[in-house]
């Protein structure tokens, strides 16, 4: 029963104490509260639900589906002539794949032709690889003329795989994909910009295919609109998570356009912060205009032996599908010449469609929210429902769970992969849903814990306060870092603080106060979930404490809501009170208990087997020169499989610049009388203080790509050019001050003429070529088969170097 003669939300000694109001006074009825909290949860759950209901694939059309439409079971045909096998750029396997994708371009009817040439890598790709990287490339390129062009629309996606896996889903998914849309295209109307579908090579290696077409290519010669397609996992939405600088109106066509229109401007800013680089880069150095687009969950089989056709999520297919061919057909028929008008959009993905909204309001909505939540914070202690000091102490205190769930987060994944350590060289587990769910639920845990803890102490007003107030101040924050973020926490501050005016206004009036909560709350849900649902499969379970960290703020939100579950403040005493009390730390249990269960069910279900192997790193090099040969393994915490072969860390920069700075494990190998690749004097001559060598590296078996560093104590490289172009000048630290990564290498090798100042004696060179594969080699003992392969461009590779002093 209610208690109406006393106000102990707030400490207010100099104002009148009033009674609880109206409103309050309804919901001090534990029945009544209980009924206005499961009222306002059904409702968060049903908004919930629809927008992650919004976030599914589509249904894969049938092969019989009509010829205008896309069919992910008709792209699904090439992907497995594509990914048959691993088809790394210049391998017979690769030759194979090209082969086919120019008889299908040709077989629509489309002017197809292969750009054949060298290339170096795209500019913003620093030297990691060991030296300036080039590749001999092959790109398939096939044009769809338009009627009355005002530029062209570049459909891109790349056809070679990594050497460890048949690149099922990364990227023959998306060429597939290509290839289905220029099918539709070119059975309906011609469109009235020429469409260029560009099937790119050696983007693996270096995005050396994208960079020979962007920047040399005569169809490129006017850039245009590029529409890319890629993956990096094997499954889940479709995002649009890359654009070109002022997007506005791209963003606006795609929202337009696309069926299943899936991005955020957030994502723009995590994808800057990840390691990983796709052929869209090498279009944006040339001053393209476009959008970049992957599914990216399912991350575990990504560059391993394990993405297959059947790895590909056709649902996944048919989205990239419908949004290239939709966008396409957009992008055909409008003006290409005013799309870089405007500036960067906030955009985010609610039921139904895509939100927008201009950059320019980012800064003034986050300054908005701050001032809805400070004139909160003053209404609050006008009405004496919390004094200066315990609004300060809210928004203190609303701090602790901000820090304590990612920390929690983190270090119930540390216990994880100790308990399970083949999890450590995943990018993410094969079923992770188990462990993102434990990790929601552990934040949930301690937002209650937390709330149960400092809710008698400072009351609802307050921390309601203090959470709104940290997610303004973010808001600001993010506005002038991170501005594609800034909707994030700015939305939800200003919903909440505009709920918590009404709440306070109309007190009187029955319902609204949870009604307007309520909806500020359900703000949050459409605006929070969906980020901390793509957030799990972009960071991996690895970062998991960023997910954690926004269901957190998702939680501020709610505060309110989560209010109704805790008896009327100050409404109550004695056995009542007690009781209700004790109820209060029901969600906190619940949350803590189902954290274990979920995280205990995850390492049931996702147990490594041969279908699901444990991931392992190892490589072979040897020094042709002094007969040493090695294992070496990029592993930090060694698998026991590959614990047989490596022990600590040592550089080995020094015998093997080509395989870069970072620090491996080694191990003593059986020495191999494999030959290094060959380096001959082609022409030498002097002019003054410069000597020029033209120099040939010629492998002596069969080598993806091979390396030739300059000692750069015995000369400067003043120039140096392959294939008649010059190589970009990239020094590097150390001995071997200069070098360069030839990929898909030739059978004949590589001509290179370096210019160099020499230091006296005779200059000094290294060559390294690499094949891949070690089942060959003495002393390998073949995996057990539930030891996988990590998914990396140098997983059992095999190196050989020589010095060669000319
Ligand atoms: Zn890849």
Known sequence: MGAPSTAATADTPTRPKRGVPAADRALARPRRRLLAAAAALVALVAVGASSLLDLRTPTPRPADAPTGEFSAARAFEDVQVIAARPHAAGSPANDQVRAHLEQRLRGLGLETEVQDTVAPEAGELSGAAGGTALARVRNVVARLPGTDPTGRVFLVSHYDSVQTGPGGNDAAAGTAAVLEVARALSVGPRPRNDIVFVLTDAEEACLCGAVAFSASHPLAADGGVVLNLEARGSTGPVIMFETSQDNAKLVDVFSRAAPHPVGTSFAVEIYRALPNDTDFTAFLDQKFVGLNS?????????????????????????????????????????????????????????????????????LPLALLAVLAVAALGWLTRRQGRASTGRLAAGFGLALVPIVAAPAAAQLLWLAIRAIRPGYAQLLDPYRPIWYRMAVLALAAAILFTWYALTRRRVGPAALAFGGLAWLAVFGVLLAVAVPGGAYLTTLPALAGGIAGLVALRTRQTGPWPVVATTVAAAVGVIILLPTVTLLFPALGMAKGGVAALVAVLLGLTALPVVDLLHPQAGGQRGLVALRARRLAVVPAMAAALAAVVLAGVGLVVDRLDADHPAPTHLMYALDAGTGQARWLSREPDPQPWTDGYVGGFTSVEDDFPGLGKAKLRTGPAPVTNLPAPKVDVLADSTSGTERTLRLRLTPQRPARLATLHVDTSTATVLRAEVAGRPVPMEPRKGKWGFGLVFHALPPEGFEVTLTVSPKGGPVVVRAMDASDGLDALPGFRPRPPDVGIVGSHRSDMLAVARTYPL
């Open 294 to 362: 992957a599914y990216i969950d399912g991350g575990a089989v990504y560059h391993t032996p394990l993405d297959t056709p059947a790895a590909v999520n056709q649902g996944s297919l048919q989205q990239h599908g419908d949004n290239a061919l939709g966008l396409a057909r957009e992008f055909g028929s409008t003006d290409l010449t005013a799309l870089r008008a405007g500036d960067d959009a906030t955009y985010f993905p609610v039921p139904g469609g895509l939100v927008r909204y201009p950059g320019w309001l980012t």
